[in-house]
T-cell receptor, first 112, second 114 residues
Framework: GENVEQHPSTLSVQEGDSAVIKCTYS??????FPWYKQELGKRPQLIID?????GEKKDQRIAVTLNKTAKHFSLHITETQPEDSAVYFC???????????FGQGTELSVKP | EAQVTQNPRYLITVTGKKLTVTCSQNMNHEYMSWYRQDPGLGLRQIYY???????DKGDVPEGYKVSRKEKRNFPLILESPSPNQTSLYFCASSPKGLDYYEQYFGPGTRLTVT
């Protein structure tokens, strides 16, 4: 079946450094790729997403890139801050409101 | 306040005792889903609904039932819970529209089956 592989499972960086999380998906019909952030004890919240007709999207310190040929997408966080510490999930979907496949999550730790 | 609510937030039960976790949203969203979250496995979709009376299986539907009789409610039913259903459960909703894909998650329900 469809699956999404996410790496690394844990990532530790110094404050101010960049962090990169990578995901690979199997379903070539996927066309929507969101990233969710989940702080400890809280619910997941959308931080950025990208559609298949776009190769890159940026929102302040966060950017996402998509390579449809390789079925690969990545989250880039620049100038990391301690409040960026959380678990990040990537996901892939074919259609709005339908099946959404999540990656296994990356626990990001930003050390002051 | 626009929100997704779940009840109960915490539940400890015994094997085989039927239970229902309620989910309600007040944002008039068309789409609703249930997920379970387990360490190392991420979020896995159990069921989703794209309209009233329309439900579909997600990745891990075995042992669960859902219904969507009203737009705002999407209860999750465990007819005969087993210990491997011990997990953190999230309900989510999202609106229909060309530019609206974001899922709004409820606060979660932590279920323990002994």
């Amino acid at each position: 079946g469809e699956n999404v592989e996410q790496h690394p499972s844990t990532l530790s960086v110094q404050e101010g450094d960049s962090a990169v999380i990578k995901c690979t998906y199997s379903d070539s019909a996927s066309n929507y790729f969101p990233w969710y952030k989940q702080e400890l004890g809280k619910r997941p919240q959308l931080i950025i997403d990208i559609r298949s007709n776009v190769g890159e999207k940026k929102d302040q310190r966060i950017a996402v890139t998509l390579n449809k040929t390789a079925k690969h997408f990545s989250l880039h966080i620049t100038e990391t801050q301690p409040e960026d510490s959380a678990v990040y999930f990537c996901a892939a979907s074919r259609n709005q409101g339908g099946k959404l496949i999540f990656g296994q999550g990356t626990e990001l730790s930003v050390k002051p | 306040e626009a929100q997704v609510t779940q009840n109960p937030r915490y539940l400890i039960t015994v094997t085989g005792k039927k239970l229902t976790v309620t989910c309600s949203q007040n944002m008039n969203h068309e789409y609703m889903s249930w997920y379970r979250q387990d360490p190392g496995l991420g979020l896995r979709q159990i069921y989703y609904s794209m309209n009233v009376e329309v439900t579909d299986k997600g990745d891990v539907p075995e042992g669960y039932k859902v219904s969507r009789k009203e737009k705002r409610n999407f209860p999750l039913i465990l007819e005969s819970p087993s210990p491997n259903q011990t997990s953190l459960y999230f309900c989510a909703s999202s609106p229909k529209g060309l530019d609206y894909y974001e899922q709004y998650f409820g606060p979660g329900t932590r279920l323990t089956v002994t």
